[in-house]
């Protein structure tokens, strides 16, 4: 069993949805999960970022954690096709300093 | 402030060559972490370092693979008689002592013929 299963995809969507994007995990140690955005051809950019469990909103983004089932999401409201890109969801056990496990994305696209 | 910067963006060698991959971190960051993405996988973790330490090489091949963060200069990432199989994206990311983000530069697309 991998330590972070994702969604595998890829979604299409057309603009103006909500999108629901997903990961389970296996490794209750993981406290820190993040969230990246990578356009083809880029280097991940870090969208959200969580500690333990709850929510955490940033504009049409909303992050959410429930370590009780080990399991995360991220929503995008109003969706716009500048969103068309591979989300991939990360996390780690220690924090600071410490390497990331991600999952292996999915890929949205938003159609106008 | 500029980001975390790759060098090359892209490689071409064959078989046999030696690959080196560069990273610069961000301004102020003394943590420096290397990433796979192969096709259709999902980014690897493979070391994490500090100036003039490893600090976790876990991720790591165990064979024709290493990694410095000298006192000077950038992160290199070392890849000695490559195989068609370490064809792939690879990006640094670095961070801030104490912080958990990471940011990650464009990446250096490998490609072994």
């Known amino acids: 069993q991998k330590e972070v299963e994702q969604d595998p995809g890829p979604l299409s969507v057309p603009e103006g949805a909500i999108v629901s994007l997903n990961c389970t995990y296996s490794n209750s140690a993981f406290q820190y999960f993040m969230w990246y955005r990578q356009y083809s051809r880029k280097g991940p950019e870090l969208l959200m970022y969580t500690y333990s469990s709850g929510n955490k909103e940033d504009g049409r983004f909303t992050a959410q954690v429930d370590k009780s089932s080990k399991y995360i999401s991220l929503f995008i409201r109003d969706s716009q096709p500048s969103d068309s890109a591979t989300y991939l969801c990360a996390m780690s056990a220690t924090g600071a300093n410490s390497k990331l496990t991600f999952g292996k994305g999915i890929t949205l696209s938003v159609r106008p | 402030n500029a980001g975390v910067m790759q060098n090359p963006r892209h490689l071409v060698r064959r078989r046999g060559q030696e690959a080196r991959l560069r990273c610069s971190p961000m301004?102020?960051?003394?943590?420096v972490y290397w990433y796979r993405q192969l096709p259709e996988e999902g980014l690897k973790f493979m070391v994490y370092l500090q100036k003039e330490n490893i600090i976790d090489e876990s991720g790591m091949p165990k064979e024709r693979f290493s990694a410095e963060f000298p006192k000077e200069g950038p992160s290199i990432l070392r890849i000695q008689q490559v195989v068609r199989g370490d064809s792939a994206a690879y990006f640094c990311?670095?961070?801030?002592?104490?912080?958990?983000?990471?940011?990650f530069g464009p990446g250096t697309r490998l490609l072994v013929l």
């Open positions: 990311a670095s961070s801030p002592p104490y912080l958990e983000t990471q940011y």
């Open positions: 301004k102020g960051h003394s943590h």
